[in-house]
C-alpha cells in the first residue's frame, strides 16, 4: 500500500503515514462493523415500529368493538317497551350524542390530546360539546363544537371563518333553555375522555 499524498510505501495497519502524516483510511474491518450494527440498529427499529402499529391497530379494534356494542345495546333500549317510554327517549338521545361524539373525535388532528370538558344533547337534536384538544400548530386550546341534526359539524378554535360559523352555530341550536349534559356517560362508556 501506498500513501496517496507523498507515494511512500506504507504497512496495511498503518493510521497515519509515517513520511508525510497524511492520515488513512481506517481498517476495512471497522468499516464492515460498523454497517452491520447500523443495519442491526435500523432492523431492531424497524420492528419496534412494527409492534408499536400492530398494538395501535389492536386498541382500534377493541374501540370499534366496545362502540359497536355500545350502540347496539343503545339501540335495543331505543326500540323496546313503549313507544313513549321516557327511557326510549332517553336511549335514542344517548345514541345520537355517542355517534355525534365519534364524528367529532374524527375531525380533531391529535386525537390522543382530545379531551371533553361538556357534552350537551339538546331538545332539538343538537350535540354542543366543549372540549381541550391540540391545534395544528401544536397547542393545546380549549374549544367548542357544535353537531347540528343532520350531522355538519362546526368547530370552534380558532379566530377564522371556520371559528365565526362555529359561534353562529352555537347560537343556533346550543343557546336554549334545556339539554343534559352527558360527559360522564361518553366518559364512563369509554367514547370519549374528560380533561385530566
Known amino acids: 500500500m501506498q500513501c496517496r499524498v507523498c507515494g511512500n510505501s506504507l504497512d496495511t495497519r498503518a493510521v497515519t503515514c ?6 488513512l483510511h481506517g481498517p476495512k474491518r ?4 460498523l454497517t452491520v450494527v447500523l443495519i442491526a440498529v435500523l432492523i431492531g427499529l424497524l420492528v419496534l415500529k412494527k409492534q408499536d402499529l400492530q398494538r395501535a391497530e389492536q386498541t ?9 356494542n355500545l350502540l347496539q345495546d343503545l339501540d335495543r333500549e331505543a326500540h323496546s317497551g313503549d313507544p313513549d317510554d321516557v327511557s326510549r327517549v332517553v336511549a335514542t338521545r344517548r345514541k ?3 355517534l355525534q361524539t365519534v ?3 374524527q375531525s380533531i388532528n391529535d386525537l390522543a390530546s ?11 337534536g343538537a350535540g354542543c360539546f366543549g372540549f ?11 374549544g367548542t363544537a357544535v353537531i347540528t341534526p343532520d350531522g355538519r359539524v362546526f368547530r370552534d378554535f380558532t379566530d377564522g371563518q371556520e371559528g365565526q360559523r362555529a359561534r353562529q352555530a352555537w ?6 333553555p334545556g339539554g343534559e349534559d352527558w360527559v360522564e356517560f361518553l366518559v364512563q362508556s369509554g367514547v370519549a375522555d374528560r380533561q385530566p
Do not use: M
Open 18 to 23: 509515517p513520511h508525510c502524516g497524511t492520515a
Open 30 to 33: 471497522f468499516r464492515v462493523f
Open 60 to 68: 382500534a379494534t377493541a374501540d370499534r368493538q366496545r362502540l359497536a
Open 96 to 98: 345520537k350524542l355517542v
Open 103 to 105: 364524528q367529532l373525535k
Open 114 to 124: 382530545f379531551h371533553l370538558t361538556s357534552a350537551i344533547a339538546t331538545a332539538n
Open 132 to 142: 381541550v384538544a391540540r391545534t395544528v400548530a401544536g397547542a393545546l386550546v380549549p
Open 171 to 176: 347560537e343556533e341550536y346550543c343557546i336554549q
